[in-house]
């Protein structure tokens, strides 16, 4: 009986000083896909499932989390959390550790665009454009998602934008919105980020009449980093985090999930960076 407890009291100690990571999990597709056919083939969900392999050592614990909610329970102390692909901000790095390792890398945001309106204006599948050129030059209307920043550069041109040449769509799937008045040509442009436009091509675009663009005032690429609750124990993890990251970007595993959601126009310009992510770290 005696070895009974003691062996009890063993398995509790161990349970307690287990280690493990609640990682934030949103309603956000194509980075999350929480049901359907592809259930599973989030982007970021992938990248975590390679970190698990990565860090056998952990236990992987998930919490749902509604993207409005997310970076504020991030934030606070009360629980550990952590975050993938996140873009730093200094007013966030005050509740939030970061890893220095990239935890995603993908294009920054580009324009949809309806291919017969590229043929239009003699644009090519994929081309570099200056948006507020396009815009001002051939009188388009943008559609945008309410509330969202692209960045200091794309903001201050949609604060150029005439109000009958901009639509704004609030709401829990405000780009499904945008792309059907893309398709029935109630607006000429959408302005998301490339993976996020090639699954609504997926889901509505049956016909093949959608296409994107790149923009010229933006940088090529966009990186994510882990976030983490900041506490006592929190740089530890970062630092296992980042030489997890370094693992898992060497790998051939991670190329294929940052490229799973581009189209085809645009797998290259990714597919070069990631070559050279992989040739630094395996040089380092």
């Not at 100690?13 to 259930?39: H, M, N, Q, R």
């Not at 007013?91 to 995603?104: F, G, L, M, N, V």
């Not at 398709?183 to 993976?195: A, E, Q």
Request: hydrophobic share 35%.
């Amino acid at each position: 009986m005696l070895r009974l407890c003691i062996l009890i009291l063993l398995l509790q100690s161990f349970t307690s000083l287990a280690k493990s990571i609640t990682w934030i999990y949103l309603d956000f597709a194509p980075y999350y896909i929480l049901e359907g056919a592809k259930k599973g083939l989030g982007r970021d969900e992938q990248v975590i499932k390679l970190l698990g392999d990565a860090l056998p050592h952990y236990e992987f614990k998930y919490i749902n989390m509604p993207a409005s909610r997310a970076i504020h329970e991030l934030s606070t102390t009360k629980q550990l959390y952590c975050m993938i692909s996140l873009f730093k901000t200094p007013k966030r790095a005050q509740h939030i550790d970061y890893t220095e390792e990239s935890s995603t890398i993908g294009l920054s945001p580009s324009l949809a665009i309806r291919r017969s309106t590229l043929k239009r204006l003699n644009l090519e599948l994929g081309e570099q454009v200056s948006m507020k050129t396009l815009i001002h030059r051939h009188q388009l209307t943008l559609g945008i998602s309410a509330s969202r920043s692209f960045g200091s550069a794309l903001d201050s041109i949609i604060n150029t934008i005439p109000p009958d040449q901009l639509v704004s769509r609030p709401g829990k799937d405000p780009l499904q919105s945008l792309t059907k008045m893309l398709l029935k040509k109630r607006v000429d442009i959408i302005l998301g980020y490339p993976s996020e436009h090639y699954h609504m091509h997926q889901l509505l675009d049956s016909d093949y009449q959608l296409s994107q663009l790149t923009i010229q005032e933006t940088d090529t690429f966009a990186q994510g980093y882990i976030g983490c609750t900041k506490k006592a124990h929190t740089p530890e993890l970062i630092s296992e985090l980042n030489m997890a990251l370094k693992k898992v970007k060497a790998s051939h595993s991670f190329r294929n999930v940052m490229l799973y959601w581009l189209p085809t126009e645009l797998q290259p310009t990714l597919t070069s960076k990631l070559i050279q992510t992989r040739t630094n770290i395996s040089g380092g």
